[in-house]
C-alpha cells in the first residue's frame, strides 16, 4: 500500500520559517517524483515544488522560487520542503505527492498518490 505521511507544518509569524516533511512508502522512492501542493480556502490548488528522486531535478512555482527549497533523502525515503521569508499568502493545506513520470509530473501537476494535508498558517 503506497503511503505519504507529510508533516511539520504549524504556525509562523510572516518572514519565518517552517520545515515540511513527507515520507513515503509502499513503492519504490528512487523512482518517483515527489512533490508538495499547496490549497488555500476559496483557491485553486496548486503545485508549490516538486522534485525528481531519480535525479534530483526540480521544479518551483514562480511565487516560491528563491524562498522555498525541495530536497529528497531517499535513504530515508522522505523529502523535505523548507520554506523561507513565509509570507501570510503562503498559507493553506500543503499535500505531499507522488508521480511515476517527473516529466509528465510537471506537465500535468496530477499526481498518482496523495498524502494528507498538513496546515501551514502565516500570521501577519
Known amino acids: 500500500e503506497v503511503q505519504l505521511v507529510g508533516s511539520g507544518g504549524g504556525l509562523v509569524q510572516a518572514g519565518g520559517s517552517l520545515r515540511l516533511s513527507c515520507e513515503g512508502s509502499g513503492f519504490t522512492f528512487d523512482d518517483y517524483g515527489i512533490g508538495w501542493f499547496r490549497q488555500a480556502p476559496g483557491k485553486e490548488r496548486e503545485g508549490v515544488a516538486l522534485i525528481s528522486s531519480k535525479d534530483g531535478n526540480t521544479y518551483y512555482t514562480d511565487s516560491v522560487k528563491g524562498r522555498f527549497t525541495i530536497s529528497s533523502d531517499n535513504a530515508k525515503t522522505t523529502v523535505y520542503l523548507e520554506m523561507n521569508s513565509l509570507k501570510p499568502e503562503d498559507a493553506a493545506v500543503y499535500y505531499c505527492?507522488?508521480?511515476?513520470?517527473?516529466?509528465?509530473?510537471?506537465?500535468?501537476?496530477?499526481?498518482?498518490?496523495w498524502g494528507q494535508g498538513t496546515q501551514v498558517t502565516v500570521s501577519s
Open positions: 505527492a507522488a508521480s511515476y513520470s517527473f516529466r509528465r509530473f510537471i506537465a500535468t501537476m496530477e499526481p498518482e498518490y
